[in-house]
């Protein structure tokens, strides 16, 4: 699953509790203490927990996965 969203300019409908969550998240993968931008482990827990899943992009296969289209 990919997860598409602004880090920045949240929609105005956004809480201040979903925005602490996507703060949250991106703290807990301390990319800015490290150099290499590989996390052995992605914490999605609370994120996933706000996501709309109503409103989706869905797409059957890819380059590597059947169809291979």
């Not at 969203?5 to 949250?24: G, L, M, P, Q, R």
């Not at 301390?30 to 992605?42: A, H, M, S």
């Not at 927990?49 to 992009?57: A, E, G, L, P, W």
Request: negative net charge; contains cysteine.
């Amino acid at each position: 699953m990919g997860i598409i969203f602004d880090t920045k300019k949240y929609d105005k409908s956004i809480s201040a509790e979903v925005i602490e969550i996507i703060d949250n998240f991106f703290d807990s993968l301390q990319l800015d203490k490290q150099t290499d931008p590989t996390v052995k482990e992605i914490p999605y827990g609370e994120l996933h927990s706000v996501i709309d899943t109503s409103k989706r992009y869905t797409y059957t296969g890819s380059v590597t996965i059947p169809p291979c289209a």
